[in-house]
C-alpha cells in the first residue's frame, strides 16, 4: 500500500490551493481518509476527515475555509484549501485507514509542504 500526495506550494494569504492524494493498493478496502498538518516546533494536528460514507469532520481552524473530498473508485482524496492563512503554512500528509490481508491499519503518505505568505 502506497499514498502519494501532491499538490503543495507557496501561495499569497487569501488564495487558494488544492492537495491530492492517490492510494496506490489492490484488494483493499480504505475506510477514513484524511489531511493531517505538521508545522514547524509543533505536534501533527487533524484537518480533515472524510468516512467511507462520505460525512466529513473538519478543525475548528480550517471549518468554512477547506473542503475535504473522495473519489471511491479512484482510491483517491483531495483537499481544497481557501482563503489561505500564514497559520496554516505546515507540512499537509494525507492519510487512510485500510482493510486488507485481514487487518486494518493506518497508512500515511509522504508529507507535503504548503507556505503561505503574509
Known amino acids: 500500500v502506497q499514498l502519494q500526495a501532491s499538490g503543495g506550494g507557496l501561495v499569497q494569504a487569501g488564495g487558494s490551493l488544492s492537495l491530492s492524494c492517490t492510494v496506490s493498493?489492490?484488494?483493499?478496502?480504505?475506510?477514513?481518509m484524511g489531511w493531517y498538518r505538521q508545522a514547524p516546533g509543533k505536534e501533527r494536528e487533524l484537518v480533515a476527515l472524510?468516512?467511507?460514507?462520505?460525512?466529513?469532520t473538519y478543525s475548528d481552524s480550517v471549518k468554512g475555509r477547506f473542503t475535504i473530498s473522495r473519489d471511491n473508485a479512484e482510491n483517491t482524496q483531495a483537499l481544497r484549501m481557501n482563503s489561505l492563512k500564514p497559520e496554516d503554512t505546515a507540512v499537509y500528509y494525507c492519510?487512510?485507514?485500510?482493510?486488507?490481508?485481514?487487518?486494518?491499519?493506518?497508512?500515511w503518505g509522504k508529507g507535503t509542504l504548503v507556505t503561505v505568505s503574509s
Open positions: 493498493a489492490n484488494g483493499v478496502t480504505i475506510f477514513d
Open positions: 492519510n487512510a485507514l485500510i482493510f486488507g490481508g485481514a487487518r486494518t491499519l493506518s497508512y
Open positions: 472524510i468516512y467511507k460514507n462520505g460525512l466529513t
